[in-house]
């Protein structure tokens, strides 16, 4: 299996709302990454979590909050969104996070409005 | 922190004809140089990467060649097709320290039949 999945594809949530995001792999990456990306513009890193410990936090505002239950899931957290967080979200993952490295693969992503 | 710039953001081309995108990269410590093809409403693809013990990566249509002295890589795609229209990255991942890829801005391909 050399696929990384997401859920769900669409969402539409209310600035009130809480919702999550879920990723998963079974490539036995030890390397996951969230990525939010705009139109017409390259991936931005947020997250990387290397063997299930966040590793780096591209300064993200809070209300993104993710989570790693496990080598294979990642998920990210959503809370009190404001209108500009609209856009395409990224899942990826990796063979290792640190020092070695290998080729990334995307997950086809959540598109996300908030309203 | 590392910083690509990649050339062009546009690039229009008219089918069999031969495409060549550029990216330079700031950091000495980046090893590691892949190339993603992203078509509208999709994933981003990785379609071929270069590792920086290497010069010239060639595969079919497409092939990457890195200048370490000069810190550039380039994407060259021959013999172009309309299904080569996209969104096209490069990006550079750094070994020295925190491990953080960073990406080009993107060039439009556009391959006329």
């Known amino acids: 299996d050399t696929e990384v999945t997401q859920t769900p594809k669409h969402l539409v949530m209310g600035m009130t709302n809480k919702k999550s995001l879920k990723c998963e792999q079974h490539m036995g990456h030890r390397a996951m990454y969230w990525y939010k990306q705009k139109a017409k513009k390259p991936p931005e890193l947020m997250f990387v979590?290397?063997?299930?410990?966040?590793?780096i936090n591209e300064s993200v505002p809070s209300r993104f909050s993710p989570e790693c239950p496990n080598s294979s899931l990642l998920n990210l957290h959503l809370h009190a969104l404001q209108p500009e967080d609209s856009a395409l979200y990224l899942c990826?993952?990796?063979?290792?996070?640190?020092?070695?490295?290998?080729?990334?693969?995307f997950g086809p992503g959540t598109r996300l409005t908030v309203t | 922190g590392e910083n690509v710039e990649q050339h062009p953001s546009t690039l229009s081309v008219q089918e069999g004809d031969s495409a060549v995108i550029k990216c330079t990269y700031s950091?000495?410590?980046?090893?590691?140089f892949p190339w993603y093809k992203q078509e509208l409403g999709k994933r981003p693809q990785l379609i071929i990467d270069i590792r920086s013990n290497v010069g010239e990566k060639k595969d079919q249509r497409i092939a990457v060649t890195l200048n370490k002295t000069a810190k550039h890589f380039s994407l060259h795609i021959t013999e172009t097709q309309p299904e080569d229209s996209a969104v096209y990255f490069c990006a550079a991942f750094s070994s020295g320290g925190s491990y953080i890829p960073t990406f080009g801005r993107g060039t439009s391909l556009i391959v006329h039949p």
């Open positions: 979590y290397s063997y299930e410990k966040l590793s």
């Open positions: 990826a993952s990796s063979q290792e996070g640190t020092r070695l490295t290998y080729e990334q693969y």
């Open positions: 950091d000495s410590a980046s090893n590691y």
